[in-house]
């Protein structure tokens, strides 16, 4: 890419990521065609739609279409534990539903983002209260199907919740699950589950109730639009001093973002189904009125200011006036990217693996850097490469296609100068 230029226009945001995945793996549940709308055309969402097709369901549409339609009636008789997607952690999403239709699954450790470690054994904790039974790494479900489970975690998990909503869907009976995540995400499978005939209170709460029902019909709905790419978009027109706007239909989420904004001296704006921020921000850090405390923000599970925004918000920082700390309560590798942003130029601080200071203003430059597998600090190493005159280069740039599609395209439309490499592509 060459940066240094502004972004100007507007975008429509894309269905949200981490809704389509839990979303589409629900449909094993349903005894009726499911239709989904909103579908982002991304890697993840394809790999399971692959991966349903080759159960034996009948798959109607693409994700490039914006629509699928996913009628899983009739599976195979059996399937190949080999052929579970790879390379992503909502792989783990599919086994409530695996076990649901075919009564036994092997676990593998699920793979995703290097943001350190992720456990599986909450889930497979899950699933034995649920009914199942674990011998050596094979899962197995009696004919009698799920039961009813009252739970509490030990941390409110979005893949734990939704492998809860699904299994406590086809339950019988009614399931509680205290200390549940929250996120937009989870809304809208609950909104799903609920579409396909179960009962449940407390949606967008940390307590769930789940009336289960067997069989659950099909559905029609819709992903909501995803706030990480809306977020992600502003934060772009900010740091390259350019006017951006996208549409934006989930604006009740968007309190906290803002305030956050505020924190680097940009101002969101929102009107009907849409949202922007002005050219030329200010990007200074707000001092905060306690004179001895440095100005933070914080990372942690709904409805805190989402872990997946702090690399952005990070990339934002090295544009400021002032500094600012960076507390991610949730990964222990999520900072560990730095010294390539360093390689930009910016300055910036480990205090531990959860904690980082930025330190602004410093003079930046063009850099060929290496992206972890973190989409998010990919996305922010890109930011600041954007920002900068001259030519960037993003090595191992491929996460970005895990997050948002046509996103370089998008970009494109805004004025920026960026592709990919033949080695990338």
């Known amino acids: 890419?060459?940066?240094?230029?502004?972004?100007?226009?507007?975008i429509a945001p894309s269905g949200n990521k981490n809704s389509i995945l839990p979303m589409l793996c629900a449909s094993l549940f349903a005894s009726e065609p499911v239709?989904?709308?909103?579908?982002?055309?991304?890697?993840?969402?394809?790999?399971?739609?692959?991966?349903?097709?080759?159960?034996?369901?009948?798959?109607?549409?693409?994700?490039?279409?914006?629509?699928?339609?996913?009628?899983?009636?009739?599976?195979a008789a059996h399937f190949d534990p080999a052929s579970l997607p790879s390379g992503m952690r909502s792989s783990v999403l599919l086994l409530p539903g695996l076990l649901f239709r075919f009564g036994h699954v092997m676990l593998a450790e699920a793979k995703g983002c290097f943001l350190g470690s992720r456990e599986i054994d909450p889930h497979i904790a899950l699933f034995v209260a649920g009914g199942a039974t674990l011998n050596g790494s094979e899962l197995s479900l009696p004919s009698t199907g799920f039961q009813a489970v009252d739970l509490w975690p030990d941390y409110a998990s979005v893949t734990l919740t939704e492998n809860f909503l699904m299994m406590a869907a086809a339950a019988k009976g009614t399931s509680v699950l205290r200390n549940s995540a929250s996120e937009p995400h989870v809304q809208d499978l609950c909104r799903m589950l609920a579409a396909m005939g179960c009962e449940i209170q407390g949606t967008g709460t940390n307590v769930l109730t789940v009336e289960g029902r067997n069989p659950l019909h099909g559905a029609e709905v819709t992903v909501s639009d995803d706030h990480h790419e809306i977020f992600t978009f502003l934060a772009l027109g900010a740091i390259?001093?350019?006017?951006?706007?996208?549409?934006?239909?989930?604006?009740?989420?968007?309190?906290?973002?803002?305030?956050?904004?505020?924190?680097?001296?940009?101002?969101?704006?929102?009107?009907?189904?849409?949202?922007?921020?002005?050219?030329?921000?200010?990007?200074?850090?707000?001092?905060?009125?306690?004179?001895?405390?440095?100005?933070?923000?914080?990372?942690?599970?709904?409805?805190?200011?989402?872990?997946d925004l702090l690399p952005p918000m990070m990339a934002l920082a090295t544009r400021c006036s002032g500094e600012i700390l960076f507390w991610n309560k949730v990964y222990e590798g999520a900072f560990f990217w730095l010294p390539e942003m360093a390689k930009f130029g910016a300055l910036s601080f480990l205090a531990d693996p959860h904690r980082a200071i930025v330190f602004g203003k410093r003079p930046l430059h063009a850099a060929a850097v290496e992206a972890p597998y973190i989409i998010r600090a990919a996305i922010s190493l890109m930011m600041i490469a954007l920002s900068v005159p001259g030519r960037s280069v993003i090595h191992n740039a491929?996460?970005?296609?895990?997050?948002?599609?046509?996103?370089?395209?998008?970009?494109?439309?805004?004025?920026?100068?960026?592709?990919?490499?033949?080695?990338?592509?």
Not at 274 to 279: D, G, N, P, T
Not at 298 to 304: L, V
């Open 1 to 10: 890419m060459n940066g240094g230029r502004e972004l100007h226009g507007k």
């Open 240 to 307: 390259c001093g350019g006017a951006v706007a996208t549409g934006n239909a989930v604006q009740h989420h968007f309190p906290l973002i803002d305030r956050c904004f505020l924190k680097m001296g940009v101002t969101i704006e929102h009107s009907a189904g849409e949202s922007s921020v002005a050219a030329k921000q200010a990007l200074e850090v707000e001092r905060p009125f306690t004179a001895n405390m440095m100005q933070k923000i914080e990372g942690a599970p709904w409805p805190y200011f989402p872990v």
């Open 35 to 75: 239709t989904i709308h909103n579908v982002p055309d991304i890697t993840d969402a394809r790999k399971i739609v692959a991966f349903l097709e080759s159960l034996g369901a009948r798959i109607e549409g693409t994700c490039h279409s914006g629509t699928v339609r996913i009628d899983a009636r009739n599976l």
């Open 398 to 425: 491929d996460p970005i296609r895990r997050a948002h599609p046509q996103f370089i395209e998008k970009l494109r439309s805004l004025g920026a100068d960026i592709s990919w490499s033949e080695a990338e592509a």
